[in-house]
Structure formats: structure tokens, C-alpha cells
Nanobody
Framework: QLQLVESGGGLVQPGGSLALSCAATKVSLADYAIDWYRQAPGKERERVSC????????DSADSMKGRFTLSRDNAKDTVYLHMKSLKPEDTAIYYCVGRHTCSTLTPRLTPWGQGTQVTVSS
């Protein structure tokens, strides 16, 4: 059964970069699309981007587009969320979930986990 663990969060200065990891611990990640979300205090959870089994990823909202990219290393059973030009507004808990496809019409295969905290502050 697919189980995912987020890691890599931390404190970063505005304009900086950070890479988050989403790792599968029980089964191969190669068969799954991985969908990243984030939630800031007082705000609704929003989708960041989703990467397909093939390695394509969806466009993010305008606030993130062009600054966030996804990649995957199936040999390491890990998907990476690369973030650059970070802004204080990017401060949030970041979560990853598994899907069979990147369509939001398909159900999540994993529950919302602990996530990893990203704090952008000088």
C-alpha cells in the first residue's frame, strides 16, 4: 500500500530556494502520480502541482507558476518539489498525496499526512 513521507522543509530567506521531498516507503513510486498541496494558517488548502508517472507536471496557480517545478527519481522512490524565488506568502505546510493520475477527479490514494513546514522570512 502506498505510503508517503514529506521532508525538506525549513526556514529560508525571501528570494531563496528550497527543495522538498516526497518519498514512498513501502512500494515503488513509479506507478503513481504525486500531487503537492499547501496550506497556510487561516487559508484554504491549495494545489501546488502534480507530477505524472511520465514526469510531466501541471501548471500551478499564478502565485506559484514559474517558480515551482516538480521532478521525480523513481530509483529513489522520491518526488521533489523545487521552489525558487520564495516569498513570505509561500509560507505554509506542504503536503504530497498519491493518485493514479493527476486528474483531481481521481481519488487520493493516501491520507493527508504531517506535511513539511516551509517558512519564508528574513
Amino acid at each position: 500500500q502506498l505510503q508517503l513521507v514529506e521532508s525538506g522543509g525549513g526556514l529560508v530567506q525571501p528570494g531563496g530556494s528550497l527543495a522538498l521531498s516526497c518519498a514512498a516507503t513501502k512500494v515503488s513510486l513509479a506507478d503513481y502520480a504525486i500531487d503537492w498541496y499547501r496550506q497556510a494558517p487561516g487559508k484554504e488548502r491549495e494545489r501546488v502541482s502534480c507530477i505524472t508517472q511520465r514526469g510531466d507536471f501541471t501548471d500551478s496557480a499564478d502565485s506559484m507558476k514559474g517558480r515551482f517545478t516538480l521532478s521525480r527519481d523513481n530509483a529513489k522512490d522520491t518526488v521533489y518539489l523545487h521552489m525558487k524565488s520564495l516569498k513570505p506568502e509561500d509560507t505554509a505546510i506542504y503536503y504530497c498525496v498519491g493518485r493514479h493520475t493527476c486528474s483531481t477527479l481521481t481519488p487520493r490514494l493516501t491520507p493527508w499526512g504531517q506535511g513539511t513546514q516551509v517558512t519564508v522570512s528574513s
